[in-house]
């Protein structure tokens, strides 16, 4: 019984791991330009394909992944560039019709190059790696470690690099950003470009547990940006604790609580109610505006 | 001629052609023309609350899925006659969206949209609910019969469905216009705008907030339900989140915040997928997204913005011409 | 003189007739004969698009190959996503805008539910439903009607008395994806354990298409002390499901459905050793089975996916569904002779005597009557090995 909890525990922080590393994302996004990018899925799928082509060519797998981070972050810089320039200026939501086009243009490219069909991924984690267990597979320990260290840097790039602060800067008050002389338009396309290596770092630890296909990121997304809000969308490490928490949250309730057919409806609802009970999130921190 | 002369002008055409539609078309291109008008009223449910208050859903296919469904639920136990299950799905809808509203009155911006957008998401599984197949169906939906015409009117369930949905979009969009016109269409946007500016004024936010979320809920319910006897089927599959984004995108495109972008967004989300899977057959959705991006790009404002800026722009120029003479 | 002229009238006549039946059915013309098709070409159910992508091919071979009786097959495929409200426009579209002879192989139970009622209204073929869902051999209530595999809760029945009769004390787990599909397998237990279910069973779980993972699922199954596994689960599903149960060192007796025993899209991403043992069934040859390198009718196959499908994955197994769905419908179409019309086609896909495909297992035939609207309903049971799956046992039927 108590065995069974823990699993359900272990196996949920594995997942947990997925939901963190795209919650990492969406907070580079957000914290670089306020948007919330519902393409970022499809991104990181993309990418983690690009990186599947490199290997099936017969490229080591290191080298395939710095390749594909290369890629995926000059990608995010292109498309910052090229598709979101144009609506800068436009209403929020015209932009968020933006991302969705974006999300079903990657996946629709996606299933007519690479086919329908699923693919395994591999994992630099050798499989019988000492630090395995019938609990969690050396792959799965591998990505949490992967995640933690991301979730590091990302928190120490924006707290502590005169970039990160710059970057920040940009997003919050772009004018005034601009006065004392960042390059606002570069700091957006930076941030796309970071968010767009996370994303692939993501989807490259996902997709040997997932199996990589075109619509591998559909259900992570969900789960990845309800964790960014539930720990608090202007927090890295909010935002990876709500990941792991969500995806805790989620066997649980699917083991234990109402059983596996109501699962997915009880882990949103419980997200919800934690929203309307602490609006910013679990860590974010609550903004006074005054008039 | 005077500007509203012409606007009636225009309107009375326009209800012309509208009429005429199944007279001239195919059973086929009835049933996607009923389609638009379904789609326009869920469209202009969505833009009261998104458009016209500010409050984001990302979750009104979970709306329009209840209004299916209980519609649909109706008539396969026969408990009311068919035209009355239109406005108890309403009905039902409102108080649904009115109790969702109030707790969500408390979020904004992006957790309103995830909390709407989890609220899409579970649909589908709710309603495959093994508890509640007895009513539902399950996984396997409800299969219905459409609704008969009249004995007396020489037409059939095609026209019939389509006039029918033509006079409940008329009426709604009445309704909907003078509502919005009024007193608390102002509200509304004042909420929208300046939501502490309102407070201090002496408007219930919250309660506007909610009864909004109502209202904009039982629009699409009745959208919900017209759509079911179109299509003579309900089943999970067909509510899924996607929906929901369909109907942003809807919004978007057509003009947040406007009456008649309702059309456009009704318009666009019927027929530019085809129009897309006639141009590639490979990767139609990508060849979708494209043109998405291209319309957002052209019209950021919407169809019914950009007219909207035509008009200001002609109506500016016929000016300057007057004053200069 | 009068009486010859009688007979040559009758004689004529009698000629006529059928021609001009063909000539007047709907979607026929004298030298062509067109088709319709919904498939998801996009969303979740994307990967069953390489059924459409077969077909369409097989009969572009046909039609290189001279058509059916001089006329050539134009195969209208159009994209439902697997949205229900879809499939009824584009089917409304095939029967009454491109009017179609008949609509054939259309994905889904849900997508192809929405457009039954109204086919059958319409008298329109709905020919080999590409679903193993019970309710397409209905002929007393939708007589248009009719599915091709064999379907989802025969197969369960074969499961259930595949343990009755080698572990009789199994303890049973069901995992199923919470859809159409997965219910039927629940509903086939029931009907083949009867009332030994409620004992036997001890735990089922659900999934959904959007779960990432199943491995809380997994887990629980585990945790229940099941000896016995039945996977009801779609490839990607089922490939994490065997996965995750050998990682976890449990080792229950695995039965999995045939949907999802392709060698290349569910065995070697699971680890071709880590599925060493389990149960399945089967009625087509695996295009990855080493078995069949040197079978004539696998042989067949593959020289047509070179010629006419070049760039597809030669691994996916529904490219071997799609083959051999078409030339069923090819093989009516020819029993049709010159008589097209909708009424004859339906007759003779009702009438389907030992028609065997050299896709198939030996053994399995088609078979159809006025009653008999399952055209595939035998099952041949198969064991992997690690490298193939191994027959064993005779062809089975659900009964």
Request: aromatic residues 10%.
């Amino acid at each position: 019984m108590m065995q069974a909890l823990l699993h359900q525990i272990l196996s949920g922080l594995a997942n947990g791991g997925i939901y963190a590393s795209v919650a990492l994302a969406l907070v580079m996004i957000y914290q670089s330009t306020h948007h919330v990018n519902f393409a970022q899925g499809e991104m990181a799928m993309f990418s983690t394909y690009i990186a599947w082509a490199l290997i099936q060519a017969g490229l080591p797998y290191w080298l395939a992944f710095f390749l594909t981070l290369g890629f995926s972050f000059a990608a995010g810089v292109a498309i910052e560039r090229i598709v979101l320039r144009p609506v800068a200026n436009a209403p929020v939501l015209s932009v968020v019709v933006v991302f969705i086009g974006l999300l079903v243009i990657l996946n629709s490219l996606a299933g007519w190059i690479f086919s329908y069909m699923i693919k395994s991924f591999p994992s630099p984690f050798p499989s019988d790696a000492w630090y395995g267990s019938p609990y969690l597979s050396p792959h799965e320990v591998g990505m949490i470690a992967v995640t933690l260290a991301v979730l590091t840097l990302v928190f120490g790039f924006f707290r502590f690099t005169p970039l990160g602060l710059a970057m920040r800067a940009a997003a919050q008050n772009p004018a005034s950003a601009r006065l004392v002389g960042i390059r606002v338009g570069w700091m957006l396309a930076f941030g796309w470009g970071l968010a767009g290596a996370i994303g692939a770092v993501a989807g490259m630890m996902a997709a040997p547990t997932l199996y990589l296909d075109p619509n591998m990121m559909t259900g992570v997304v969900l789960y990845g940006f309800a964790a960014a809000l539930l720990g608090g969308i202007d927090n890295a490490w909010g935002a990876a604790a709500g990941g792991f928490i969500v995806g805790v949250a989620e066997n649980l309730a699917g083991a234990y609580l109402v059983g596996t057919e109501l699962k997915l409806t009880v882990a949103l609802a419980i997200i919800v109610g934690v929203l309307v009970v602490r609006p910013a999130g679990l860590f974010g921190r609550t903004l006074i505006v005054r008039v | 001629m005077k500007p509203t002369l012409l606007r009636s002008l225009g309107l009375s055409l326009l209800l012309a052609l509208a009429l005429a539609v199944p007279f001239v078309a195919s059973g086929y291109q009835i049933f996607q023309a009923t389609m638009v008008l379904v789609y326009a009223i869920a469209l202009f449910g969505l833009n009261i609350l998104t458009g016209y208050n500010g409050q984001i859903s990302l979750g009104h296919g979970a709306f329009y899925a209840i209004g299916a469904y209980s519609a649909a639920i109706l008539i396969d136990h026969q408990i009311v006659p068919d035209w009355a299950t239109v406005p108890i799905a309403g009905a039902i809808c409102l108080v649904v969206g009115y109790l969702f509203g109030r707790p969500a009155a408390r979020l904004a911006g992006l957790y309103l949209a995830l909390a709407t957008f989890a609220l899409a998401v579970a649909t589908p599984q709710i309603l495959k609910y093994r508890g509640f197949e007895h009513w539902t169906g399950g996984s396997q939906g409800i299969i219905l019969d459409k609704p008969d015409p009249p004995a007396f009117l020489p037409i059939d369930a095609d026209q019939w469905l389509y006039l029918c949905c033509l006079a409940v979009t008329l009426v709604l969009f009445v309704l909907g216009r003078n509502l919005l016109r009024g007193r608390i269409g102002r509200a509304l946007l004042a909420i929208r705008d300046h939501p502490i500016a309102a407070a201090s004024m002496g408007i219930d936010t919250a309660r506007y907030k909610a009864m909004t979320f109502g209202v904009s809920a039982a629009y699409t319910g009745i959208a919900g339900a017209l759509g079911t006897f179109a299509a003579a089927f309900a089943s999970p599959d067909s509510f899924d989140a996607f929906l929901s984004l369909r109907f942003l995108v809807g919004i978007v495109v057509g003009g947040l915040g406007s009456i008649s972008g309702a059309f456009f967004g009704a318009a666009f989300i019927e027929f530019v997928p085809n129009l897309a899977d006639r141009i590639s057959k490979a990767a139609p959705w990508a060849i979708y997204g494209v043109l998405l991006i291209l319309v957002i790009y052209l019209m950021p404002s919407g169809v019914a913005g950009l007219i909207r800026a035509m008009t200001q722009k002609i109506n500016r120029d016929k000016e300057t011409i007057r004053e200069e003479t | 003189m009068l009486r010859r002229i009688m007979l040559m009238s009758a004689a004529t006549l009698l000629l006529a007739g059928p021609v001009a039946l063909a000539e007047n059915a709907p979607g026929v013309t004298a030298t062509a004969i067109k088709i319709g098709n919904t498939m998801p070409y996009s969303g979740p159910g994307s990967a069953y698009g390489a059924i459409g992508k077969a077909d369409a091919a097989y009969f572009q071979m046909i039609n290189d190959q001279g058509g059916v009786n001089g006329r050539k097959i134009d195969f209208v495929t159009l994209d439902d996503g697997y949205s229900p409200p879809k499939t009824v426009e584009q089917t409304r579209r095939l029967v009454e805008q491109d009017e179609v002879a008949f609509i054939f192989n259309g994905l889904g139970t849900p997508t192809s539910s929405a457009v039954q009622k109204y086919l059958n209204q319409k008298r329109v073929p709905q020919l080999f439903v590409a679903t193993g869902a019970s309710k397409w051999g209905d002929p007393a209530h939708f007589h248009w009607t009719m599915g091709w595999q064999p379907d989802y809760q025969t197969e369960a029945r074969i499961y259930a008395k595949y343990i009755l009769q080698n572990k009789p004390d199994a303890k049973i787990s069901i995992i199923w994806q919470n859809d159409d599909f997965g219910k039927d397998y629940l509903i086939g237990m029931k009907a083949g354990l009867g009332d030994k279910y409620d004992k036997m069973v001890v735990k089922d779980v659900s999934y959904e298409v959007t779960d990432p993972t199943i491995d809380s699922q997994v887990v629980s199954l585990q945790a229940s002390g099941a000896d016995t596994l039945i996977i009801a689960a779609t490839p990607k599903f089922a490939a994490q499901t065997i996965r995750k149960v050998f990682d976890i060192g449990w080792h229950p007796l695995q039965l999995l459905t045939n949907v999802s025993n392709s060698v290349g899209a569910v065995m070697t991403p699971a680890g071709p050793e880590k599925g060493i043992g389990i149960v399945s069934t089967a009625y087509d040859k695996d295009p990855k089975d080493p078995a069949w390198v040197n079978d004539p009718g696998m042989a067949e196959w593959r020289r047509f996916m070179a010629k006419y499908l070049p760039d597809a994955d030669v691994t996916d197994a529904n490219y071997v569904y799609g083959f051999g769905a078409a030339r069923t419908v090819v093989q009516v179409l020819k029993q049709c002779g010159d008589d097209l019309s909708r009424d004859n086609i339906m007759k003779q896909a009702a009438d389907l005597k030992d028609f065997a495909l050299p896709t198939m297992l030996p053994g399995i035939k088609i078979n159809t009557g006025p009653t008999d609207y399952y055209p595939i309903q035998t099952l041949q049971l198969q064991r992997w090995d690690g490298k193939n799956w191994v027959l064993f046992g005779d062809v089975l039927s659900g009964s």
